[in-house]
C-alpha cells in the first residue's frame, strides 16, 4: 500500500509565499518521476511541475521563475516552493508519483491541498 500526503497549503497574500510537501510512504521500492498538478473548479488538472529520480525538472510556463520543484529522496519527499503567489494561483493542489513498489510500478496521487491567494 503507498499513499501520498501533502501539507502546507493555505491562504496567502498575493506577492506571498507557500511551501507545499508531498511525503510518500508504504512499500516503496524506488520512486520515478514526481510531479504537481493544480486544478480550479470547472477546469482540466494542469500539470504545474514535475521532477525526475535524476533531478531534472519541468514547468509550466505560468509559474516559471517563481515556483521551484526539489525532492528529497532519502525521506520520500517533495516539495514545492511558491514565491510572488498570485490570485491566478489560486487551486487546488495535488501530487503525482510513479512508483515502484518492488512487484510492480504504479501511478499514486494525494489528497489535494487547497492553494487561495486573496487580499
Known amino acids: 500500500q503507498v499513499q501520498l500526503v501533502e501539507s502546507g497549503g493555505g491562504l496567502v497574500q498575493p506577492g506571498g509565499s507557500l511551501r507545499l510537501s508531498c511525503a510518500a510512504s508504504?512499500?516503496?521500492?524506488?520512486?520515478?518521476?514526481m510531479g504537481w498538478y493544480r486544478q480550479v473548479p470547472g477546469t482540466e488538472r494542469e500539470l504545474v511541475a514535475g521532477i525526475t529520480s535524476g533531478v531534472i525538472t519541468k514547468y509550466a510556463d505560468s509559474v516559471k521563475g517563481r515556483f521551484t520543484i526539489s525532492r528529497d529522496n532519502a525521506k520520500n519527499t517533495m516539495y514545492l516552493q511558491m514565491n510572488s503567489l498570485s490570485p491566478e494561483d489560486t487551486a487546488v493542489y495535488y501530487c503525482t508519483a510513479k512508483i515502484n513498489y518492488g512487484l510492480g510500478v504504479g501511478d499514486y496521487w494525494g489528497q489535494g491541498t487547497q492553494v487561495t491567494v486573496s487580499s
Open positions: 508504504g512499500s516503496i521500492f524506488s520512486i520515478r518521476f
